[in-house]
């Protein structure tokens, strides 16, 4: 059985007041752009005590009220308008409640994010795809950033499937074992050539697998199923009948010259080479890929190969986040270390933002006296939107936005790091290129033994799905504890205070290993 650790239960947190229920909904009103308070405060003491989070009610409640005050009636309610609002009320929460400018570093009053949430807010955010010109050859991976539309037929003609003779079908009505038709063998065509002529009654014409089938022919009889005349090589006997069409691939039955092969976002893998290479494409016109700065933020950390003093550590979110991002598809430069002060966090964050459209950093994100990367961040102006999400392993996760470019401040425990990038940071790096599927493809699986999550957020279980569709633990759930991930190849996302016994069928988001 694998468990989380429980976590002391929490009193929910309700208003201090009437008073200060009715100052945050005045400020979240303005936030949103309402001349009115858009919360029943009713509703919203009731929906905080529920849930034990005022901050989340608020986002919570505020969404939905916000949604119905500005859409007409008849329209329905779109998931654009969900995360505009999502987005608007997170720039506008700052300590002290929606609106104010109270001093960053101050903790109380961040919102946790709901995870669906926090990835609108991300999602909504990500500017769209930029295109370049690959040569197909060099397109592996990349996402299409138009329609591909066929420009000839597939097959390109009439073609045989077998090697054997090409036929007039009526010529050999009757044929049998017992009864061969004897044909004249006018020519032969092999592949890459064309025959020069159109076969006439009796007539038949030697043809290879991929060799045009000639005018007046309209079957192929597979060479099995004839003999060479004895002492006669200008005739072949033929032994079985043939239908008009068997063993030819027909012009344009696979793709017409005209259609859509694949459309715009469609990952580029070993199969769709294939085809554009087979519709004579050159070049495709492929979403730029995010060139991604990747920092880890520690004093304690050091670079493999030099000697470690008393408390410090090898790093290692850099290797492991760098192969999640370039799997993801993105371009990642490895920044050197960066040392905890908050100078040394700027400089390094300014650099990245200046050479890259991302930038992902590792640890400085809590509420220790040395996590530097959200000060940083915003005393060089970036604009920070939200700073948690309800997730475990995960919970302080800084999202931001400097200009046009993003920031992903990731916890530093190597597997909060790793889950956080995963469930994050890939989805954005995706939707940065266009891509359909941004997240990890879900498979069905069934517990091999009992998972228990007494805490009170989501828990991202690290758990290995095997080939008979069974899902195991990985081992210890801790998010420091790293090895588990050598065994692990997926998530499993367990709710809070849920216990799943063996045998419940379960989904789990699984990676490749
Ligand atoms: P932080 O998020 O900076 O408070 O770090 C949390 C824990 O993760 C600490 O034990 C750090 O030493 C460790 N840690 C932070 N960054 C890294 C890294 N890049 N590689 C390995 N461990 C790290
Ligand atoms: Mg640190």
């Not at 509703?43 to 849930?51: I, R």
């Not at 969404?63 to 500005?70: D, P, Y």
């Not at 408390?311 to 905890?340: F, K, M, T």
């Not at 190849?489 to 988001?509: E, I, K, M, R, S």
Request: charged share 20%.
């Amino acid at each position: 059985m694998f468990r989380t650790r429980q976590t002391a239960a929490r009193p929910s947190r309700g208003f201090a007041s009437e008073l200060e229920a009715a100052a945050l909904n005045n400020q979240c009103s303005n936030a949103l752009g309402l001349t009115r308070p858009v919360i029943d405060p009713a509703a919203l003491n009731l929906h905080t005590t529920a849930s034990g989070g005022l901050a989340r009610s608020l986002c919570l409640l505020a969404r939905s009220a916000w949604i119905e005050a500005a859409r007409p009636r008849s329209l329905p309610r779109s998931r654009q308008d969900e995360s505009e609002v999502t987005c608007r009320l997170a720039r506008a929460w700052r300590p002290g409640g929606f609106g104010s400018r109270a001093a960053a570093g101050s903790v109380q009053h961040y919102p946790m994010l709901v995870l669906e949430t926090a990835l609108e807010h991300i999602l909504a955010v990500v500017p769209p795809p930029e295109a370049e010109r690959v040569l197909v050859k060099n397109a592996h991976r990349r996402i299409l950033a138009s329609d591909a539309i066929a420009a000839l037929d597939l097959p390109a003609f009439d073609n045989s499937s077998m090697d054997g003779y090409a036929v007039r079908s009526a010529d050999l009505a009757g044929a049998g074992a017992e009864s061969p038709v004897a044909l004249e063998i006018t020519g032969a065509v092999a592949a890459g050539c064309a025959f020069a002529g159109e076969i006439q009654r009796g007539q038949c014409v030697r043809v290879l697998t991929g060799s045009p089938v000639p005018p007046g022919a309209d079957a192929v009889v597979m060479q099995e199923n004839t003999r060479l005349a004895a002492g006669d090589r200008e005739c072949v006997l033929f032994l079985t009948a043939a239908e008009p069409g068997e063993n030819v691939r027909q012009r344009g039955e696979d793709i017409r010259a005209g259609t859509r092969v694949l459309a715009a976002g469609h990952e580029v893998g070993a199969g769709t080479l294939g085809v554009l290479a087979a519709l004579g494409f050159r070049e495709v016109a492929v979403a730029r890929r995010p060139r991604v700065a990747l920092l880890a933020t520690g004093s304690e950390l050091r670079e493999a190969g030099e000697v470690l003093s008393p408390g410090q550590i090898y790093e290692s979110n850099r290797a492991a986040l760098a192969a999640l991002l370039v799997e993801a598809g993105a371009v990642v430069r490895v920044w050197p270390l960066v040392p905890d002060t908050v100078e040394a966090t700027r400089a390094a964050l300014e650099k990245g933002f200046i050479d890259c459209d991302v930038v992902v950093t590792s640890g400085g994100v809590s509420v220790g006296e040395f996590d530097f990367v959200r000060a940083a961040f915003e005393d060089m102006g970036g604009r920070l939107e939200f700073w948690k999400v309800a997730i475990k392993p995960g919970k302080p996760f800084v999202f931001g936005c400097w200009e046009e470019k993003l920031l992903f401040g990731l916890p530093g425990n190597p597997v909060s790091a790793l889950v956080t990038g995963m469930l994050l940071v890939r989805p954005a790096v995706r939707r940065w290129q266009g891509a359909r599927a941004l997240g990890l493809p879900v498979h069905p699986g069934i517990l091999a033994e009992t998972v228990v999550n007494h805490g009170d957020r989501r828990h991202f279980m690290r758990v290995r799905l095997d080939e008979a569709g069974q899902v195991y633990s990985a081992g210890a759930q801790a998010s420091h504890r790293l090895s588990p991930m050598v065994t692990a190849n997926a998530l499993l996302d367990v709710p809070p205070d849920t216990t799943w016994t063996a045998g419940t069928p379960v989904h789990v988001l699984q990676w490749r290993d």
